[in-house]
Structure formats: structure tokens, C-alpha cells
């Protein structure tokens, strides 16, 4: 099955969750005793999203089956469709009814690993050739509670058509920020092309993200949020500017871009590691993937580190009952090369060891190589998904770029307030 096959909610499945799932894992510091067993079992249980939903079912289906075959148990796959995956999960591992093997979204490791029923995974991390940043998802306070899967990051795609009729060629894209703003400015000036169809609505205003960092600000750093330090303020300026002068649109969503960029009307965009695989389903999407490619975010100063933020998933083992058999599934879905080609082949989502990342599936498909080495290579996490709550603390800074870009606030005054309550509601 091809990536060109997964739904949007596929992509959406990988990271996201509901409010509800994380105040549970906010408000329970830890879970009741972990399912008491013998620590080997040979009915295993799985615990995942991507079976509930037809496109990914069957690769999984796959990788269960040749490690049944392997290993002589039976792994009983216990799904949930991604909108309710996180409330009922972290409501069995609270109560000390969850056992086995567990796919879980990198934003909330942290909500899980607070109750106290992940097992560290740190040795089975050590014996493998992950790429060291990718290990970075699964951990909490220096403990490996997951290990990576899925591993990649929202970065900045091009439509070479539109660069060509302005004479930048392929590999000649701006690596400054000035650079990036001129270029736009060009693009504007071509009749029936958007330059940047950049996300001006929630949920993907969190995509200012990665420009604050671009332009300075750590937005988080040593308990301290840092939001409305001068970084942060310049970067929403900037982006209110760029809003302002026409070279993005206002009130476009993630889903509401990939359409623009799909159909071929704009020249640049953000989008996850998938974006090839949705934009195909756009009015012209076919013709329109043939001239894109993904970039380095542009930086402020030549020589600077390109920013982007890491997205992806992970594999987890909860302890008590079933943790040795657990560990090693775990360790075999996220490491064993023939399942790691399976999954790779079937979903079209990068992996996350070195050598899965060097075989002619991943190295021959220009468009991965690109993304990994321009995009996912410099990624880092969102600061604040250290804190189970953190889908509350973002809507407070994304609220306040939403006031900012409507044009009823100034950036600084914004941010300032929105660091304030973000500080208020960060709990150690």
C-alpha cells in the first residue's frame, strides 16, 4: 500500500490528542501498581491507533504477524481511533489496567511516564543505532520511557514552478531570512501564485514555534517561559508583516493550505514529513508533487542552525504483567530491519535508525533523503511537551498570535501577557 493512500487522519493520528487526556494526565502524578503477571506472557497486548483506521491496518497487520511467527506468542491488538485514544489509555494506566505494548504520540510521553507505569528503555536504546536526536522524543528527565518509530519533523516545502519564473533555480532557494522576504516579494508579483501559504489559523499557529527560535528567543528555558523576549516579538512582527504585505493570506488552516499548495497555487508552505502524500489528493495534486521539494527553514544570520520542530511517533512498554515479552516487540517494531522496511514501504513514514536510513527504499526516494537531511536533521521538540498539560500552555501563546495577526493586539504587550498565565499554569 502506498503513502499516497493514508487519510488525513492518519497524519493527525500521529501527534495529536485531545485536551481532555492530557488534564487526566496532569491531574494524576501517579497510577495505581502496575498490572500484576509474570513479567513473560505469550498473549501480549498492543495498544495502538493506526489498526482503528483502514490505510495503515493492514502494514500493521503484517508486522504483527511476523513476529508472532518469530516469537511464538500472540499479540492481541487493543485499538482506539485517534480522537479517543490518550483519555482511555491514561485512564487504564492510571488504574493499573494496562499491560503490554503501546503506540504513543511524542507529545505525551511525558503524561504517561508522570504516572509512574513506563518501563525505562534506556538499555535497549544503547544496544541500537538510532539516530540520537530521534531517542530525544521518548525521554523524560534523562529516562528513555519510548522507543522512536515514526520519526520526523513540520518543515518548508517549495513549488520549483513558481521559483523558475523568478530565476531561482533548484538548490538556489534564500537561506536568510532577508533572502526568504525578498523572494517573496518577487513571487507577489507573479498573477495567480500565493508565496507563502503560510498556516494564519489555530490549531497550526504553533508554527511560530520554530521562527521565534529562528529569530532568538528559547521560548522556554530553565523554568522560565521566555515569551515576549525580543526574539519572540521580532518573529511575530515579522510574520504579522509578511500577513500584512499580502505575501501570505489570512485564516488558512493546515487542511486549508495543503489544498492551496496542492492544486498548485503557492509557491512555498509548511507541512509534516507526509505533506507529499496529501497534497496528491488535491484538484491537480498529481501534477503539483512533481515540482515540489522540501528546504532548510531560512535563518537569520548565515551559518545559523535551520529550526524546524520534530513530529512523529513512538513505541512504549508499561510494567508489571508481560514486560519482558512487551520489551522485545517493542524493540522488534522499532529495530528490526525487515520491519522497519515493512513499515517504511506501507506508510511512507521515515524511521528512526541509521542504518533503516541508509537502505536504497529510504536513500533511492529524493524527497525523503531531502526532508531528513534539510528538515528532520536539525528538528527539535516542542518545549513545553514536558509538561503533561501542554496543550493548554500552547493555546494561551497561540491565542495570542491569533489576537496579533487579526491586528487587535501589538506582538510585544501579547506575549507578554501570554508568558505570564503560560508561567501560571507550568507545574513541576
Known sequence: MSGSSLSRRDLLRVAGLGAGALALGACASKGAAPAAGEAEVKELNFYNWSMAEEAPKPIFEKLISAYQGKASITVKPVTYPFSGFNEPMLLAARNGQAFGTMQIGIDVVKSFASLGVLEDLGDLAGKHDFVPATLLNGQVDGKQYALPQYSGAIGTFVNQKWLDQVGVAAGQEPTTVA??????????????????????????????????????????????VTVGDDGS??????????????????????????????????????????????????????????????????????????RALTHGHAIAVFKGKGSTTARAFAEYLTTDPEALKTFFGGTSLPTATKASLATPEFTGDQYQKDFAEKVTATATPDPFWVFANFAQIEKVLTDAVAEVLAGRQKAKPALEAAAKQMQSMIKP
Open 233 to 306: 516579538v521580532r518573529a511575530l512582527e515579522w510574520y504579522k508583516s509578511i500577513l500584512d504585505r499580502g505575501l501570505c493570506v489570512p485564516d488558512v488552516s493546515r487542511t486549508e493550505s495543503r489544498v492551496i499548495f496542492g492544486r498548485g497555487d503557492g509557491a512555498y508552505y509548511d507541512d509534516a514529513t507526509l505533506a507529499r502524500s496529501y497534497l496528491k489528493s488535491a484538484p491537480n495534486g498529481a501534477e503539483t508533487v512533481k515540482t515540489i521539494r522540501p528546504v532548510a527553514r531560512a535563518v537569520l544570520t548565515k551559518g545559523d542552525k535551520p
Open 179 to 224: 533572502d526568504f522576504e525578498a523572494l517573496l516579494l518577487e513571487l507577489k508579483k507573479i498573477k495567480g501564485v500565493i508565496p507563502w501559504v503560510a498556516s494564519t489559523k489555530d490549531p497550526a499557529l504553533k508554527d511560530i514555534i520554530p521562527w521565534m527560535w529562528t529569530f532568538g528567543s528559547p521560548i522556554y528555558d530553565n523554568g522560565k
